[in-house]
């Protein structure tokens, strides 16, 4: 909000507000929330129909508390758009990261030096058995 510098609408404002308009703060951060809700309740329960109901009840919030600040006269309606830009942004950012750990075993603990070397002579014995070069 600092770089933009935008004041808020002065025309008839139902609220005061002291910090600058854009973007919307209350847009990005609860198009964040209710985006990680949905999110996180297709992974949990991995239901379609209460992942669809989550999904139509944070759609409802979402557009609701957008269309309350417009209907304060504590934003612009770009202001409410640039908001929903940097919460997708923020929200696909964050899960192709988490993701990225995942497809790469980020977050499993690298093995110690032993455990390195007891993997390489069980794969050793193993080729060798295979080819029998080594029986046991």
């Not at 759609?59 to 409410?80: E, K, M, P, Q, W």
Request: charged residues 10%; aromatic residues 16%; hydrophobic residues 50%.
């Amino acid at each position: 909000k600092t770089i933009f510098n935008r004041p808020r609408p002065q025309i008839y404002p139902l609220i005061i507000e002291s910090s600058k308009s854009f973007p919307s703060g209350h847009a990005m951060n609860n198009l964040i929330f209710y985006s990680l809700l949905v999110f996180l309740t297709y992974h949990l329960s991995k239901s379609k129909k209460l992942t669809f109901i989550a999904g139509c009840f944070s759609t409802l919030i979402v557009a609701l508390i957008s269309f309350s600040r417009i209907y304060l006269g504590a934003h612009y309606l770009s202001d409410i758009l640039a908001g929903y830009i940097v919460g997708f942004w923020w929200i696909t950012t964050v899960l192709s990261v988490a993701y990225t750990m995942i497809l790469f075993n980020l977050f499993m603990p690298k093995p110690t030096l032993t455990e390195r070397i007891i993997a390489f002579f069980k794969k050793l014995i193993n080729i060798l058995c295979r080819h029998q070069i080594l029986q046991l």
